[in-house]
């Protein structure tokens, strides 16, 4: 991997907040992702469950974790299954976790070969009534293929039919939404990565550039900076481009005038970062272009202020559609009429601000929580209003992610990264 190795305490807590969650008697049981093809013998890059990563930290394909409280041996409390490493595999695929490098990684003291699985399942299950089975019900999941996961609840149902079945979802919803202190760390690093990209093309972007290329100067970054990747699909939108909200072709010129929408973030450690700048091509902003900006701006720096212990998610998008609302006003895209006559159902704002305001983040970009349940001290939230105007050839969005604290404001892990225009400006033409 290219991040740095993580307290395996981070792992051990999480296992026991998790642990604690569960009934009695019962058993929990998490997969890795699979390595999928594409064609031939080709795959696509390996992505680690989030789940199984949280649990354990263990990085790679083919691992199984078991947690069972209760069982009556207490080495086969927390058990992780692991494919066999040898010589061959050595020199062919590179090093591959060990029982010992197991152990240093997640916690685990128990590892057994995968070959062995089925057998200490068998007495495993000959000693639970429950078994927790993960599935994916985040509230954005829209999933086609089936899963390494799948395939295993679908073997474990059939084979012990007679056992009670619980998710882990719900559980790991609650937990994973509240970060602990390391893993603040860890995306405050994916922040400071995304930092030094955005840097790094304020001083490359100028009219001719091609979208591709500022794209490309964020990967070099990132790369550089043991990032092993973009957090998500970067969107690098110029021109009217940015009025289309998941624009990912980028692979137009950038043209004198233009603003240029960049949505884009580093991963380190699977832990996402999630920013959004817009920027001018030519370096200056017109004076239409600053007013729409600094709307944002205000919009966004108010909608951070609510996002403190016991906010409402719901209603909190309606206070910010309020905020939005009247900066558009000033602004003169809706008039006092368009207000008045507003559908409750899709208000006046929507026209120009159409998406939410606010998302989870952590090991996902879209992370794990419960929309329905207050905000709580030590969530981390992206914050991204914007303004889309296709009609005037340029949109604008702008987006930092937040840790609630306990009191106060919200802290801001991009307070870093410009944002303010004459700063921009500033930047581009020095």
């Not at 086969?76 to 152990?103: C, D, M, P, S, V």
């Not at 390391?182 to 995306?187: A, K, P, S, V």
């Amino acid at each position: 991997m290219k991040y740095l190795p993580i307290a395996k305490s981070l792992f051990e807590t999480n296992r026991a907040k998790f642990k604690a969650q569960m009934q009695p008697k019962s058993l929990a049981v998490f997969n890795s992702n699979d390595i999928y093809p594409i064609s031939a013998d080709s795959t696509m890059p390996f992505e680690q469950h989030r789940d199984i990563f949280y649990l354990s930290g263990v990085d790679q394909e083919e691992s199984i974790l078991v947690l069972f409280p209760d069982c009556p041996k207490e080495k086969h409390r927390e058990i992780l299954f692991l494919k066999e490493t040898n010589e061959h595999i050595a020199i062919w695929e590179g090093e591959k976790l060990t029982k010992e490098k197991a152990f240093e990684t997640s916690g685990v003291k128990t590892v057994y070969w995968l070959q062995d699985m089925e057998k200490i399942m068998f007495e495993l299950m000959t000693q639970c009534d429950m078994v927790y089975i993960n599935t994916n019900e985040h509230y954005r999941a829209n999933v086609e293929t089936e899963t390494r996961e799948d395939r295993f609840t679908k073997w474990l149902k059939n084979k012990y039919p007679a056992h009670a079945v619980a998710k882990s979802n719900p559980i790991l919803q609650r937990l994973r939404s509240v970060k602990e202190p390391i893993e603040i760390g860890l995306i405050q690093k994916a922040c400071d990565i995304t930092e030094k990209g955005f840097r790094r093309i304020l001083d490359f972007v100028k009219p001719g550039v091609w979208e591709y290329e500022i794209e490309a100067e964020f990967m070099h970054e990132f790369l550089r900076n043991r990032s092993k990747k973009f957090a998500y699909t970067p969107i690098i939108a110029s021109g009217n481009n940015a009025n289309v909200l998941h624009y990912i072709e980028n692979n137009q010129q950038c043209k004198a005038g233009d603003l240029i929408l960049m949505d884009v973030g580093a991963e380190y450690a699977n832990y996402s970062s999630d920013m959004t700048r817009s920027v001018p091509v030519s370096g200056r902003f017109t004076d239409r272009q600053k007013a729409v900006y600094n709307a944002v701006l205000h919009v966004k720096n108010e909608a951070s202020k609510m996002l403190v212990p016991g906010t409402d998610w719901a209603k909190y998008h309606v206070e910010v559609g309020k905020i939005m609302t009247n900066e558009l006003l000033k602004l003169g895209l809706i008039d006092k009429a368009d207000v008045q006559n507003e559908n409750p159902d899709w208000p006046a704002y929507k026209k120009y601000f159409m998406h939410g305001t606010s998302h989870h983040m952590g090991l996902d970009t879209h992370d794990y929580g419960i929309l329905t349940e207050p905000m709580k001290a030590n969530m981390v939230f992206t914050v991204e209003p914007g303004i889309y105007i296709p009609k005037e050839g340029f949109g604008i969005r702008l987006e930092d992610d937040v840790v609630i604290q306990k009191t106060g404001a919200p802290l801001n892990l991009m307070k870093n990264i410009p944002i303010e225009v004459d700063e921009i400006e500033n930047i581009m033409n020095s």
